[in-house]
């Protein structure tokens, strides 16, 4: 793999797990904020082209050429969500190595553009524009905010993106026409998670459980807040503590956490971050909480059960997850495992891998059937994806459709685990590895399933609607 790679020095840390398996070519200037990678990969999911091509394909010389496929990543490498974008990219060139090992696709090998947005949205549009003209599309994205602003400019500019993030807008045809999103949204997750843990309070208890809601605010946090909200209304359960927004940094903390104990709910559904979830929970468990938690998936880390609220959650807590977690027992898992181990076997199993794994495997099925068609300019590229119709991920994630049909289209299933500290503590805590053969420390409650209130939900746009 060749690695040409300059200022800043965090770009390094993206590729620099990959250095024992491949050697760098010297270092070529591009960009002072962007890396470009050479990529091929060991073996996970669907990996070669299995496609046949035609004799002749079109392409604009630029982003494809005869021998190359270039694509883009606007991703955050150095801001807030770093630590887990780094997962996500660094599977994606773990994953594009081994189709390009493989053949690549229509005969050429995918190179990947990657830019650090720094999580700005300013910053990320400039580096868009930076990178539109040199890639046929962009196989990550980090951000809802982020990827709105530039929503417009990729249907204007024949450009595909795919979102790190589960903004329930991407289903609405009009913003996200070019937007080819993985997995379900964090309104319809919350739909899911409540109903289940309403029906699972209600059986062991005889009685419906009171439910606290506290998010951040904005796209992540009120989207989720949104679900949960039709969730208690046609589930008919009281809101003990209404903190739709209410975590707006660390100084908001302990006044989220002492109306979450003070309000006596059952139930708390929370949105934030893993760092400031361990906060909240563990000051309002000190003031004297005895209720339950769950939230959208990105609040929960399992590096949190190597901390002093480890039993606590383990017994406490109900994860919903918008993709399988690694390790689950579902078809390709067995493969991503296996490229994970090969190209880091020194790294602790983030799912963030899994993620990447889903990116990767939109922008393979997308290009091979581009390439099927004979066209390989970003024109048809995007053409292609609209003619897919769906696409399959072999059980790591709940099928997605592209049509245009927002009530047709949205994935509504999530699934339910709980964190194992048993399964974390075996397998060596944060001293876990792939190489070792570790995965998420979290026990299946459900699979991928659809809540009676998702199934009948109208969906017809956002459920919190993000200005451009």
Known sequence: MRARIVRPAILLIALAMMAAACSNDPAEVLSDRVTTTTSSTPGAGPTSSTLAPPATIATDGVTVTDDTIYVG???DLTGPFSGNVLDIVDAQVAFWRELNEAGGIAGRQVEL????????????????????????????????????GIAADLAADDRLAIPATWYSGWSDPTLGANVLETGSNYCLEAMNAISYVAGDHEATTGSAPSIA????????????????RVATDLLGLP???????????????????ASIASSGADWTWLTTDPITAAQIVGAAVQLGYQGKWSGA????????????????L?????????????????????????VMADAYPDRFPSDGVVKGFLEFSVARQVLEAAAA?????????VAAAAGIGELDFGGIGPVNRYTGDPNGDVSRATALYRPDIAL???QGGLEATFGSGAVSAFSLIEDFAVSDIAADYDFQGPCYRLAP
């Open 73 to 75: 990543l606007l991703t």
């Open 297 to 312: 998936m990105p609040t929960f880390s399992p590096r949190l059960l190597d901390t002093a609220l480890g039993p606590y």
């Open 424 to 426: 974390f503590e075996s």
């Open 314 to 338: 383990s017994q406490n807590w109900v994860l919903s997850a918008l993709f399988s977690p690694l390790g689950a027992e579902v078809e390709g898992m067995d493969e991503v495992l296996a």
């Open 113 to 148: 553009l990657i830019a650090d947005t720094t999580y700005q949205v300013d910053t990320h549009r400039d580096r868009y524009e930076e990178l539109r003209d040199r890639v046929v599309m962009f196989t990550h994205s980090t951000g809802a905010p982020h990827t709105v």
């Open 213 to 228: 809601i506290a998010t951040n605010p904005g796209d992540y946090g009120q989207d989720s807040a949104a679900g949960a």
């Open 239 to 257: 809101i003990a503590y209404d903190g739709e927004g209410a975590i707006t940094g660390s100084a908001a903390v302990p006044a989220v956490a």
């Open 373 to 381: 068609n004979g066209d390989l300019t970003p024109a048809g590229v």
